[in-house]
C-alpha cells in the first residue's frame, strides 16, 4: 500500500490543521495506521496512531488533547486533527501502515509503509 500525506502548511500558535493519508494500491482496513513527526536535528517520533477498525487509539503525551486521530476506511484515508498548535510541533509529519497491530506501530516496528512528509511550521 503507498501512502500520500498533505494538508500541511504555515499556521500561527493556536491554530488548527487537519492532515490527511490516503492510501492506493490497497485497502488500509486491516492495518494499524498512525502519524509521526520529524524535526530537523530530532528522531522520528510517534504522534498518534490507530488501531485496526479504530478500536484503540494512542497519542504521544505531548499530543493529548490536542489531537485527533481517525480513520475512513470506505475512503481509505486517515486523518490527523491537530488544535491549539505550538511552535514545538513544527516538523514533517509522515503517515504509516504495520499489519502487525497498533503496538508495533508505535514502536515503529516492521513498518509495512511509510508516506512522504507533510510539512508543518507553527509560528509564534
Known amino acids: 500500500v503507498q501512502l500520500q500525506a498533505s494538508g500541511g502548511g504555515l499556521v500561527q500558535a493556536g491554530g488548527s490543521l487537519r492532515l490527511a493519508c490516503a492510501a492506493s494500491?490497497?485497502?488500509?482496513?486491516?492495518?494499524?495506521m498512525g502519524w509521526f513527526r520529524q524535526a530537523p536535528g530530532k528522531e522520528r517520533e510517534v504522534v498518534a496512531a490507530?488501531?485496526?477498525?479504530?478500536?484503540?487509539?494512542h497519542y504521544a503525551d505531548s499530543m493529548r488533547g490536542r489531537a485527533t486521530i481517525s480513520r475512513d476506511d470506505a475512503e481509505n484515508t486517515i486523518y490527523l486533527q491537530m488544535n491549539s498548535l505550538k511552535p514545538e510541533d513544527t516538523a514533517a509529519y509522515h503517515c504509516?501502515?504495520?499489519?502487525?497491530?497498533?503496538?508495533?506501530?508505535?514502536?515503529?516496528?516492521?513498518?509495512?509503509?511509510w508516506g512522504q512528509g507533510t510539512q508543518v511550521t507553527v509560528s509564534s
Open positions: 490507530i488501531s485496526w477498525r479504530g478500536a484503540s487509539t
Open positions: 494500491g490497497g485497502s488500509v482496513s486491516s492495518y494499524a
Open positions: 504509516a501502515a504495520n499489519k502487525r497491530g497498533i503496538l508495533a506501530l508505535v514502536h515503529m516496528n516492521n513498518i509495512d509503509s
